[in-house]
């Protein structure tokens, strides 16, 4: 179950100095796109309260839009994903990430809610172009250890979605409104110009038109779809705390700099604990990590609203990074799981944990919100919660899984 297009043949040397370099120097790259990607697309989130006042939204509201824009960037990636395993066209990663930063830059300029709605979908596709093909990439350049390449490749977005936390409200206040957020346009340009120089995919191996979802994905759907529910449950989590943490300190008469660096100390975290998680897991395994850590998330989580309320929110932000690292450790370690379960179909494995388990995971941004309309956004996250323990008894059902000392 470890070998797969992307592996070694038997009877090839170890790299040499040079080629671990490049292979290095390409998955930074990687991971520098997913960084853009991400911080991009996440600039919508903290400036949740000036959406709502703009447009005349509920919490509800924005919990609709936020599923809308999702439909987009997450759902089109497992789509995206079985092409590219089927054909995988050159300099894509390039061009999603033009469109990506593009579309989320003027979306300030969008002057009414269809068609910021249309902004939002424009960006979402770019991104969805890039993940899956980007994700199996860091496969192919990760060699032998690939949970912790793919930690690292996670932790290249959200360090990003975490900038895009922090930076946004600042873009914003250069303006006042969101087409502060155009002063960004240009490191998306530049960020583009770099992975082209870095042409990962003029060295990857060609597509393999043979590829078929009733011959290699059909058969371990059972594992497949464990897995997918685990992503799924502890996805719907994270975005439940993404997406409304700054909704409630906005409710509480915090500023959008003290939300936004709420955010940014929670997907910060997820982003070290994914390259912890992926390193532990190449030595003991898939399953016991995904465990672990989603049985110690709620806890936490919990003490962390109640810390929201006092006048320092140091304590907060310090739980919330935390938490993040906790419940996301084993993120990256479910997806490269998947490729291992997919080897045939690393594109389409990599788009089911990055963005099919956060399509569906979306739908807790309308319940949630409905929820915090009723009785106060606090209160609904106080059930969020508890939703890694759902994730972890679906945990006990996914393959062990190898890991690459195998």
């Given at each position: 179950?470890?070998?797969?297009e992307f592996?070694?043949a ?6 040499t100095a040079p ?8 998955l ?8 853009l990607?991400d ?12 959406i ?18 999702g439909?987009?960037?997450n759902?089109?990636q497992?789509?995206?994903g ?9 300099r894509?990663i390039?061009i ?11 979306i ?11 902004f939002?979908?424009l ?9 899956p ?12 250890h ?5 930690g690292?490749f996670?932790a290249?977005g959200?360090v990003?979605y ?9 873009l ?12 960004a346009a240009p490191?998306?340009v ?9 042409n ?6 060609r597509?393999d038109a ?12 059972r594992e497949?779809?464990?897995l ?7 996805s ?8 409304f ?6 409710d509480?008469?915090?500023?959008l ?27 003991i395994?898939?399953r016991e990590i ?7 998330s709620?806890?936490?989580?919990y ?8 006048p320092?929110?140091?304590?907060f932000?310090v739980l919330?990074f ?7 450790a ?27 388990a956060?399509g569906v995971?979306g739908?807790i ?10 009785h ?10 508890w939703i890694?323990v759902?994730?972890a ?14």
């Open positions: 179950m470890n070998t797969d592996s070694a038997p009877g090839v040397p170890p790299d080629q671990r370099a490049s292979r290095t120097v390409q930074l790259g990687l991971s520098l796109g997913h960084a990607n911080a991009y697309v996440n600039f919508i989130v903290p400036l949740g309260p000036q709502e006042a703009r447009f005349a939204l509920s919490h509800s509201g924005f919990g609709l839009i936020t599923f809308l824009w439909l987009s960037t759902f089109g497992p789509v995206f079985y092409l590219t395993d089927r054909w995988r066209p050159k894509l390039v999603a990430t033009l469109i990506s930063t593009f579309f989320f830059s003027y300030g300029y969008a002057q009414s809610l269809p068609a910021f709605v249309a939002l979908l960006g979402g596709m770019g991104v969805a172009l890039y993940h093909r980007a994700g199996a990439l860091t496969v192919h350049v990760s060699g032998s690939r949970a912790l390449g793919m690292i996670s290249g959200a990003g975490a900038a895009g936390f922090l930076c946004a409200p600042y914003h206040g250069l303006t006042g409104d969101m087409r502060g957020l155009a002063y490191a998306g530049i960020g583009a110009c770099l992975l082209l120089l870095v990962v995919e003029g060295r990857a191996p597509g043979t590829f078929s979802f009733r011959r290699h994905i059909l058969p371990r759907w497949v779809t464990a997918f529910v685990v992503m799924v449950l502890r719907a989590a994270v975005s439940g705390f993404s997406l943490i700054p909704l409630m300190l906005s509480q008469g915090r500023n700099i003290q939300g936004g660096q709420a955010g940014f100390f929670f997907i910060a975290g997820g982003a070290l604990g994914g390259m912890i998680g992926g390193h532990i897991s190449d030595r395994g898939r995904t465990i672990v850590t989603l049985l110690l709620p806890p936490i989580l003490y962390a609203l109640h810390t929201a309320n006092l320092s929110l140091a304590p932000f919330l935390v938490a993040g690292l906790v419940m996301r084993a993120e990256p370690v479910n997806i490269t799981h998947t490729q291992e379960v997919l080897p045939r179909g690393a594109s389409l494995a990599a788009s089911l944990g990055m963005g099919g956060w995971a739908l941004g309308p319940l949630v919100g409905a929820m915090a309309d009723r106060g956004v606090a209160y609904a996250l106080g059930w969020v919660v890694p759902a994730a008894v679906a945990a006990w059902f996914i393959p062990k899984g190898d890991t690459h000392r195998n």
